[in-house]
């Protein structure tokens, strides 16, 4: 009999292929999610409760004491994607509701996948650590002024409400996480290997809601969207390693930026489209969910043995 160990570690290697699994059954059977589209926001904070319970406030240190890094990283993140966001989103012509989908995926912070694609592709876990702390903490100032700045001359975008809604999916729940390790460290022990099966199945859910409660669309359009999720996230791969080589770092610095850059938070991008806009504003954040695991996977496949050819 296998023990929990093997599969919660087996769970853990599939992520990319449950995820994909859960897109497939939502756009074929969509009601056997809709039960969760009211509770994406809740279902995002279990997953960043979870981040935050697997951290300490020694963690932050990371961040000040190699500023430079994390500095060069968060500043790729947060111009990068949504850099290449508004260009795809004005070479395609999307609909507006899709247009905010990938603008909001390309304004978010990178996403917790990232850290792990970073292990596996052998790349600096610290600075990829630091990364994905130091966006999620900027991000209920800088994700809005970037939507703002982008899209707000088309698109009318409630700032303050949209600052509140960060604080409270991401924020809020990360240090509640950092506050239970802090003072029950021993009992936290005892219970985080069960956090990941936690956060996978939010996850799962998520994508699966969020997919369920747009399935015509994605069948009408479902081509032409997944076209420019692929884009977006392997353009934000390739340029974040580019630009990070021709600063000087060395590859295992590259390697956390690229990954980090290309992996976004998009669960929140999904989260804050239904909450400010439309349903299907937030099928890009699902698409990109389901996608970015499986790119994450063959990247950090590919990193792990040799050097990319461009650079």
Same mark, same amino acid.
């Given at each position: 009999?296998?023990?929990?160990?093997?599969?919660?570690?087996?769970?853990q290697k599939c992520m990319p292929l449950l995820v994909l699994l859960a897109a497939i059954v939502a756009l074929f059977c969509p009601w056997l999610f809709l039960w969760t589209v009211p509770k994406i926001s809740v279902l995002l904070g279990v997953v960043m409760f979870g981040m935050g319970m697997m951290l300490t406030l020694d963690d932050f240190k990371t961040i000040l004491k190699r500023p430079k890094d994390v500095l060069i990283g968060v500043a790729a993140q947060f111009t990068i994607m949504p850099l290449i966001a508004w260009c795809i989103v004005s070479v395609f012509g999307l609909p507006q509701e +899709?247009? #905010? *989908?990938?603008?909001?995926?390309?304004?978010?912070?990178?996403?917790?996948?990232?850290?792990?694609?970073?292990?596996?592709?052998k790349g600096d876990i610290a600075l990829s650590v630091s990364m994905t702390m130091a966006t999620t903490l900027l991000s209920p100032l800088v994700t809005p002024c970037l939507m703002f700045l982008i899209?707000?001359?088309?698109?009318?975008?409630?700032?303050?409400?949209?600052?509140?809604s960060i604080f409270k999916i991401i924020i809020l729940p990360i240090f509640l996480g950092i506050a239970v390790n802090t003072f029950f460290a021993s009992t936290v022990k005892k219970y985080i290997h069960f956090l990941p099966l936690i956060s996978i199945t939010a996850i799962v859910m998520i994508v699966g809601g969020i997919v369920g409660a747009n399935a015509q669309t994605i069948m009408e359009m479902g081509?032409?969207?997944?076209?420019?999720?692929i884009i977006h996230n392997v353009l934000? +791969?390739? #340029? *974040?390693?580019?630009?990070?080589?021709?600063?000087?770092?060395?590859?295992?610095k590259t390697k956390a930026i690229s990954i980090e850059v290309g992996m976004q938070n998009s669960g929140l991008a999904?989260?804050?489209?239904?909450?400010?806009?439309?349903?299907?504003?937030?099928?890009?954040?699902?698409?990109?969910?389901?996608?970015?695991?499986?790119?994450?996977?063959?990247?950090?496949?590919?990193?792990?043995?040799?050097?990319?050819?461009?650079?």
């Open positions: 009999m296998l023990s929990f160990a093997q599969i919660n570690s087996w769970i +899709l247009a #905010i *989908g990938v603008l909001l995926v390309g304004c978010c912070p990178g996403g917790t996948a990232s850290n792990v694609i970073t292990y596996l592709a899209a707000g001359e088309k698109i009318d975008i409630a700032f303050f409400s949209m600052v509140l081509a032409t969207i997944a076209f420019v999720t934000g +791969l390739i #340029i *974040g390693y580019i630009i990070a080589r021709k600063l000087g770092l060395d590859i295992s999904a989260s804050l489209a239904m909450t400010h806009f439309t349903s299907l504003a937030a099928i890009p954040g699902a698409l990109f969910s389901v996608w970015h695991n499986i790119s994450g996977t063959l990247f950090a496949s590919y990193f792990s043995r040799k050097w990319p050819v461009f650079s």
